[in-house]
Nanobody
Framework: QVQLKESGGGLVQTGGSLRLSCVASGRTLSIYDMGWFRQAPGKDREFVSAISKRGLSTYYADSVKGRFTISRDNAKKTLYLQMSSLKPEDTAVYYC???????????????????WGQGTQVTVSS
């Protein structure tokens, strides 16, 4: 089992930047593939980005490619999401997720991760 807690959300103007963090407690982070998802009011949860266990592979939704960067520090048991050039449509609750069994590229994009954090609110004002 792993427990996940996000932080770093807040209110930012269009074009601004934020860095989200997700700290894991419990088992070592290096056995988990990790992802970021988001959910805006009235919308379904959607994939944002993901990273493999050792950070060798990263994946991004088309909507954030070139603006967001995912990274991880397994020694610190922390996952990051650097968000730049933020837009109002990036407003959502952002969740980090962990799973031991992402065996294909497509599986990283699916929302069937085993463990989830409680989320952190990101609001981008226009």
């Amino acid at each position: 089992q792993v427990q996940l807690k996000e932080s770093g959300g807040g209110l930012v103007q269009t074009g601004g930047s934020l860095r989200l963090s997700c700290v894991a407690s419990g088992r070592t982070l290096s056995i988990y593939d990790m992802g970021w998802f988001r959910q805006a009011p009235g919308k379904d949860r959607e994939f944002v980005s993901a990273i493999s266990k050792r950070g060798l592979s990263t994946y991004y939704a088309d909507s954030v490619k070139g603006r967001f960067t995912i990274s991880r520090d397994n020694a610190k048991k922390t996952l990051y999401l650097q968000m730049s050039s933020l837009k109002p449509e990036d407003t959502a609750v952002y969740y980090c997720a962990a799973d031991q069994a992402k065996y294909s590229r497509d599986s990283f994009y699916r929302g069937d991760y085993a463990f989830w954090g409680q989320g952190t609110q990101v609001t981008v004002s226009s």
